[in-house]
């Protein structure tokens, strides 16, 4: 019987393969210690880096474009959602943003009801952020926020429930004197927290244009035709936004000096109180908007930001 021997240049073979293997080893070592680090997490960085304006505005933009994307319903309606409080963290942490934030927020939540028709699903229990809720019943504290601005806001609520009550006066419209029965109880809140604030209210307001004008009127600031009831609810949006941003031609301070919170009582900082607050003012314009655009006024840029 015969032995088999492996040729002589056998183990030759194999070491140089060997040392093939592991200079291939040790390029690939090297390449990817020079080549550029990864970039993973670095978008995520960047807006932990931002300020609470940058990042909310960044999101609700994210959000708002989602929405309105070719994507499927549901998708659609929980983006719409989160637009919708997004733009009033935009309202709230934005000094110039506030209108934005408070008409882009009223719109999103049109999408938001309109999907949830589709999809037929139950939107009133995602109104967790204000929308047609009475100041009263929330036990919403405002604080931060100047007395001036506070008075004026008072006065738009005021003058809108008592427009809406001589509308109904005219017709059957009990949900209406309801609802301004809600407003004029805004109003008071809103004047009880108005501290140095001037009360502009008053018992009675003109009403010439209610009592000549018919079902439909003419917007003042677009020139376009809406139900009366949609141009009383715009108007007061957009009376309570020049209120907050200080567009009406009177000089405020929006953020009124805070008190130094005692640490033992748990106060939140003065940014988080007067954040807190502006988010409960831009609900609060937001309805009014949201309500508008219910009623029959224009959803439309060129109509919301005339």
């Excluded at 993973?40 to 989602?66: F, K, N, V």
Aim: glycine share 10%.
């Amino acid at each position: 019987m015969q032995t088999r021997h492996d040729p002589p240049n056998a183990p030759n073979h194999i070491s140089s393969r060997l040392r093939w293997c592991a200079a291939a080893c040790l390029c690939s070592l090297v390449l990817s210690a020079c080549s550029a680090p990864r970039l993973a997490g670095r978008a995520e960085s960047e807006r932990l880096a931002s300020s609470p304006c940058e990042q909310a505005y960044d999101q609700a933009s994210d959000d708002e474009g989602r929405a309105g994307a070719h994507h499927p319903s549901i998708m659609r309606y929980l983006s719409a959602a989160d637009a919708r409080r997004q733009w009033l963290l935009v309202a709230a942490n934005c000094p110039g943003r506030f209108a934005e934030g408070a008409l882009r927020s009223a719109r999103s939540a049109v999408a938001q009801h309109d999907l949830a028709v589709t999809l037929r699903i139950d939107a009133s229990s995602s109104d967790d952020d204000g929308y047609g809720r009475p100041l009263a019943g929330r036990n919403a504290a405002i604080r931060g926020v100047g007395g001036g601005v506070l008075a004026t806001m008072a006065a738009a609520e005021d003058r809108a429930g008592f427009a809406l009550q001589v509308l109904a006066s005219r017709s059957d419209g009990r949900e209406s004197i309801a609802v301004g029965d809600g407003y004029r109880a805004n109003a008071s809140r809103l004047m009880s927290m108005a501290i140095g604030g001037a009360d502009q209210r008053r018992k009675v307001y003109d009403v010439g244009a209610l009592t000549t004008t018919r079902q439909i009127g003419i917007d003042a600031t677009t020139r376009l035709a809406a139900p009366v009831p949609a141009l009383v609810e715009i108007d007061c949006a957009r009376d309570e936004m020049a209120a907050v941003m200080g567009t009406d031609g009177h000089e405020r301070s929006l953020l009124a000096p805070l008190a130094v919170p005692d640490p033992s009582s748990g106060a939140g900082s003065d940014a988080g109180t007067r954040e807190r607050s502006l988010l409960v003012l831009a609900g609060l314009t937001a309805g009014h908007a949201l309500k508008a655009f219910d009623l029959g006024f224009p959803a439309t840029d060129p109509a919301i930001f005339a």
